[in-house]
Each structure stands twice: as structure tokens, then as C-alpha cells.
């Protein structure tokens, strides 16, 4: 059973930059693939990005492309999501979720079983 916990929320002003980091343990990292994910007030919990267990297969939801970025690095048992040129419509809460599936891509919460209890992230205009 993997554990997931995410930090670097915080609160930025409009342009700025976060980096949001998520430790696991428990487990073997580089088994899962990992996904980021994000509720806004009144909002359902959102696909945002996603990594293979390699790293060198990522996705997007089109609302970030090109200003977040995920990554990975399995020796520190951690994935990443640099946000930058951050808009107030990216104000959440962020999680971080990990999937068994090595390869997956998943935009869908049900595909990742493992959570982290999330960061909020605050943009202010």
C-alpha cells in the first residue's frame, strides 16, 4: 500500500509560479504510474496531468499545456507539478494519486486507487 503526501501549496499572485511536490512510500515508485489532480470550489476532482512510471510519457488537460509541467524522479521516490503563469482559475485543492498501471495515462479518478490528502493552491488577482 502506497502512501502519497503532497506539499508546496500555497498562495502566489497571478503570473507567478508553484511547485508542488508528492512523497510516496510504501511501495515500490516506480511501479505506478502518477497523476495530478485538482477541485476547485464547487467543482468535481479534475484530471490536470499525468506521468508514466519512466517519466518519459506525460499528458495534459488542455487548461494547463504549455505553463505546467509533471515530472518524476524515482530515486527520491517523488513526482512533481511545476505550475507557472498561474491564473486565478487554477485556485484548488491539488492532489496527487498514483495508479498500479506503470503505463497509464489516466485522466479518471477511478483509475488511481492511491491519494495523497492534498495542497491547496491560491491564485490571487
Known amino acids: 500500500q502506497v502512501q502519497l503526501v503532497e506539499s508546496g501549496g500555497g498562495l502566489v499572485q497571478v503570473g507567478g509560479s508553484l511547485r508542488l511536490s508528492c512523497a510516496a512510500s510504501?511501495?515500490?515508485?516506480?511501479?505506478?504510474?502518477m497523476g495530478w489532480f485538482r477541485r476547485s470550489p464547487g467543482k468535481e476532482r479534475d484530471f490536470v496531468a499525468a506521468i508514466s512510471w519512466s517519466g518519459y510519457m506525460t499528458s495534459y488537460v488542455d487548461s494547463v499545456k504549455g505553463r505546467f509541467t509533471i515530472s518524476r524522479d524515482n530515486a527520491k521516490n517523488t513526482v512533481y507539478l511545476q505550475m507557472n503563469s498561474l491564473k486565478p482559475e487554477d485556485t484548488a485543492v491539488y492532489y496527487c494519486?498514483?495508479?498500479?498501471?506503470?503505463?497509464?495515462?489516466?485522466?479518471?479518478?477511478?483509475?488511481?486507487?492511491?491519494w495523497g490528502q492534498g495542497t491547496q493552491v491560491t491564485v490571487s488577482s
Open positions: 510504501g511501495g515500490t515508485f516506480s511501479n505506478y504510474g
Open positions: 494519486a498514483g495508479s498500479d498501471r506503470r503505463y497509464t495515462l489516466g485522466r479518471t479518478r477511478n483509475q488511481y486507487p492511491y
